[in-house]
């Protein structure tokens, strides 16, 4: 079985330039959320998709945007890019509601520097 | 407000020995706590989970103990093996499928 597939693996953009991040979660999970990882402040909540709707968001201002396709597929789009958005940004998916019932599976990250 | 902490962030241990891997956490309302591990340019992988009306879970070399008055939560690695040499992450549930993540542990094993 397929794990989380997220594309590209790396991508440099300058500042104010906007950019989109695609994941493919596994096969059968309809629940994908996003984290964004930084030395500082570790792994950070973005939101988490379910059938196509946003569930949960974290605290991160508007420039940070997402959304999920029928085929669960989801992207995540930041506007405006400003050179503290570089970071790695995770894609995670798992079966259904809650860690307890699946645990979230993570892809290996898209490496986003801004300059 | 950091509401979980890994106040370690690296830890040395040579190998056959006992690695413990220390959270803590704040929010009383978490109900379940997960570890996870990573190697670099890979995405973190689930280790192993506690719930919270539980104070131990046992998965092979791997225990994770809770003690819910003290807030805190450690992962056991019995023997540490150098395969085990990674980042360590305590995460919480906040509800659904929301996790709150503290800043990780680096653990290496020495030979």
């Known amino acids: 079985k397929a794990g989380v597939t997220q594309t590209p693996r790396y991508l440099i953009k300058t500042r104010g330039q906007q950019v989109t991040l695609s994941c493919s979660p596994i096969?059968?999970?309809?629940?994908v959320s996003w984290y964004q990882q930084t030395p500082g402040q570790g792994l950070q909540f973005l939101f988490e998709?379910?059938?196509?709707?946003?569930?949960n968001k974290g605290n991160f201002p508007g420039r940070f945007s997402g959304r999920q396709f029928s085929n669960s597929r989801s992207e995540m789009n930041v506007s405006t890019l400003e050179l503290g958005d570089s970071a790695l940004y995770l894609c995670?998916?798992?079966?259904?509601?809650?860690?307890?019932?699946?645990?979230?599976?993570f892809g290996n990250g898209t490496r986003l520097t801004v300059t | 407000d950091q509401q979980v902490k890994q106040n370690s962030p690296s830890l040395s241990v040579q190998e056959g020995r006992i690695s413990i891997l220390n959270c803590d956490y704040t929010n009383s309302m978490f109900d379940y706590f997960l570890w996870y591990k990573k190697y670099p340019a890979e995405g973190p992988t689930f280790l192993i989970s506690?719930?919270?009306?539980?104070d131990k879970n046992e998965d092979g070399r791997f225990t994770v103990f809770l003690n819910k008055s003290a807030k805190h939560l450690s992962l056991h690695i019995v023997p540490s093996q150098p395969g085990d040499s990674a980042v360590y992450f305590c995460?919480?549930?906040?509800?659904?499928?929301?996790?709150?993540f503290g800043q990780g542990t680096r653990l290496t094993i020495n030979p």
């Open positions: 096969s059968g999970h309809r629940s």
């Open positions: 995670a998916s798992s079966l259904a509601f809650g860690p307890a019932v699946s645990p979230l599976h």
């Open positions: 995460a919480a549930n906040e509800g659904a499928q929301k996790l709150v």
């Open positions: 506690i719930s919270s009306i539980k």
């Open positions: 998709y379910f059938s196509e709707t946003q569930r």
